[in-house]
């Protein structure tokens, strides 16, 4: 609810904040990784010709201006918690390899910060993440009209 309540006072021209849990060895991640850079690039093109032209036009992409944090250390225990909301109790393993439950996480997580999966992308204003290297659902993350 806080997210819709926060999208509904945004100010103008305030980016959402998209983040990458990145690992530079890691060959999905990189490719995570390339792939939000250009679709930021690509969307601040759209935005900067739409802002130019003397009508709206639709654009491909909805969300026309995000801000990419990429972070290459493991998500807190507070941000944790709520990537396991977005994702649901079923993909806790996706994120914390072996756990089944977020207090088995967090204890897995404590004890090897290897545990912790990566790419993860995650969009807080929103409340959505994706684990993995899967483009379309990534797309579809950044794509997607905000929840109601």
Do not use: C
């Amino acid at each position: 609810m806080f997210g819709a309540l926060k999208g509904l006072f945004k100010e103008a021209g305030v980016k959402d904040v998209i983040t990458l849990f990145h690992s530079p060895s890691s060959p999905a991640s990189i490719r995570v990784h390339t792939l939000l850079k250009q679709t930021a690039a690509a969307a601040q093109t759209t935005a900067t010709q739409d802002q130019a032209s003397s009508h709206p036009q639709q654009s491909k992409i909805e969300r026309t201006n995000f801000e990419l944090d990429v972070q290459e250390g493991a998500p807190t225990s507070d941000q944790l918690t709520n990537i396991f909301e977005y994702l649901g109790q079923d993909k806790i393993g996706n994120v914390i390899e072996g756990a089944s439950s977020p207090t088995e996480a967090l204890r897995k997580l404590k004890e090897s910060g290897s545990a912790f999966q990566r790419p993860l992308v995650v969009d807080w204003a929103n409340g959505r993440a994706v684990t993995g290297d899967n483009e379309s659902e990534i797309l579809k993350l950044l794509n997607s009209s905000p929840k109601a």
